[in-house]
């Protein structure tokens, strides 16, 4: 579990990550990876450019993050001002899974690689819905290549330019996902992996090489750290990944499938 550092704007003053039950030994390959977060992300945040008024902000992601249905994104006009929430889960009984994660986190590649082939099948026979809200406070552990940055950038001009691939472009990240401490793919090898996902890459490189999201991903990853969290039970987000089911938060293992299946049953019934 990747804890994250202070809220943007505060990023000298350190606030305590809350505690979340880890189950088995699936996390002990972490264990290095979560020290570099407590030592060395606070300076990683603190680097970061404050978002401005006049940030360009993507389509189809007015919540802060993309809402994948049965039916494909829910598409909406891009929003500068505050997110608007997402509804609550409606009539139907399909689960409402929102996932916070940043794709430098080996944490959450772990528990995205784990579980987006039955997510996915969820998705598709309409009994879960899939929201994703990119995070960027990995930046200092590329290198100094803001490789976290780039990417949220990146999916933020999927989601604007090419939503119905956002969800293939998320796996092939994780799949592909840099080490910690090296400098991580450039921006034309993060073209070359999201055209392998099925993304005209003529669509978003621009975007992608002017960092033209980059001041709202910023902004989002600070919202999502000071919070409100709507439609949850905890207030802000204090790790990765942070997944939240029909408004409760999984605390389990994030490399067991069948914990994960087992904990959407419970909060569905």
Known sequence: MRKH???ISTALSHREARPRRRTQSALTAFATLGLLATLGLLAGCAAQPAATDEQIAPTNMASDGILITSEGPTLAPANT??????????ATGAATIV???????????AFELTNAEQIATWI????????IHPLTFLDRVSADSRYSSRAANAVAAVA???????????????EQQPSEGVAGHTNDELLAI????GVDPSLIADAVEDERFSDWTFAATERAFTGPIPNADITVIDSTPTVIVNGTTYTGGITSPDEF??????VSD
């Open 5 to 7: 550092p202070a809220p």
């Open 81 to 90: 001002g505050d997110p608007i929430p997402t509804e609550p889960a409606d």
């Open 99 to 109: 996932l916070y994660a940043d794709y430098a986190c080996p944490a959450c590649a």
């Open 124 to 131: 598709a026979a309409g009994d879960a819905t899939l929201e």
């Open 160 to 174: 604007s330019y090419a939503p119905e691939h956002y969800l293939a472009v998320s796996t092939a990240l994780f």
């Open 194 to 197: 999201i055209e392998d996902a």
């Open 261 to 266: 299946a087992e904990f959407v049953a419970s």
